[in-house]
């Protein structure tokens, strides 16, 4: 589809379709692989809460860069 700016590739199945193998954790630590135009990010859920506990690189760097990338998206 033309015209897509950013991607956010959210949950296993959809890294795998468009990024390939790979873990979860190493694809969203390594998000600046593929960030202009695709962001890899975990599954939203009830473990949200202790994956941010046990990797606080995630709240700390991934969401704060997310969220400039979303502000571009957006204008």
């Not at 593929?34 to 009830?46: G, I, Q, T, V, Y």
Request: hydrophobic share 40%.
């Amino acid at each position: 589809m033309p015209g897509i700016q950013l991607s956010l590739l959210v949950g296993g199945y959809a890294q795998l379709s468009a990024l390939g193998k790979g873990t979860i954790t190493a694809r969203v630590h390594d998000f600046a692989a593929c960030l202009r135009d695709r962001f890899p990010l975990p599954h939203s859920s009830w473990r949200t809460n202790a994956r941010e506990r046990k990797k606080p690189w995630f709240t700390e760097q991934t969401l704060s860069i997310l969220r400039a990338a979303v502000a571009r998206v957006r204008g």
